[in-house]
């Protein structure tokens, strides 16, 4: 029963998901993804999952979002953040001792798309340690740029870290 879910919910997932992006091509995207996987799996250490108003505030659909999480995505619920509107959960898939996924080919869409979802937000903030990074897509430009300023060393480094050139 739970794989059938599990099927059915990544299918919609891939479905969504390209419609999304091709979408989203029509708009703007503020940054590229630099680097690559550290395999530090602190994206799988405390998932979490930032909720629609109507979610947060009826109890019935939190109960469906909460149950959903847990029997088919794997996600134990340790906190609610009630100020951010915020679910952080531990993932019963990941071991501790390994750090890895025992279920890494039916992950959920959210595990999969981690970072790669936050690149369309003003500001996208990656886990400390990440090896992935945020980065303009016209950086090399504005690095030439930013050359032609007199600026310290530390003003070109804090600007470079600001404007996600690095």
């Known amino acids: 029963m739970r794989r059938s879910l599990k099927r059915v919910a990544r299918a919609r997932y891939v479905f969504d998901l390209a419609f999304h992006r091709r979408r989203l091509k029509r708009k703007t995207v503020w940054f590229d993804l630099g680097g690559e996987c550290r395999r530090?799996?602190?994206?799988?250490?405390?998932?979490?999952?930032?909720?629609?108003?109507?979610?947060?505030?009826?109890?019935?659909?939190?109960?469906?979002?909460?149950?959903?999480?847990?029997?088919?995505?794997?996600?134990?619920?340790?906190?609610?953040?009630?100020?951010?509107?915020?679910?952080?959960?531990r993932c019963t898939h990941f071991d501790e001792a390994t750090r890895l996924c025992d279920s890494y080919d039916s992950r959920p869409g959210m595990c999969r798309d981690y970072p790669r979802a936050l690149l369309f937000q003003p500001q996208p903030e990656l886990l400390p340690g990440c090896g992935y990074r945020a980065v303009a897509p016209n950086a090399g430009r504005l690095r030439r740029a930013l050359e032609q300023y007199p600026l310290t060393e530390e003003q070109k480094a804090r600007l470079q870290r600001g404007l996600k050139l690095e």
């Open 40 to 89: 530090c799996a602190r994206c799988c250490e405390a998932p979490s999952i930032a909720a629609h108003p109507a979610v947060w505030h009826l109890r019935s659909l939190r109960a469906l979002f909460l149950w959903w999480q847990r029997a088919v995505n794997g996600f134990a619920l340790v906190e609610a953040d009630a100020r951010a509107r915020v679910f952080v959960f």
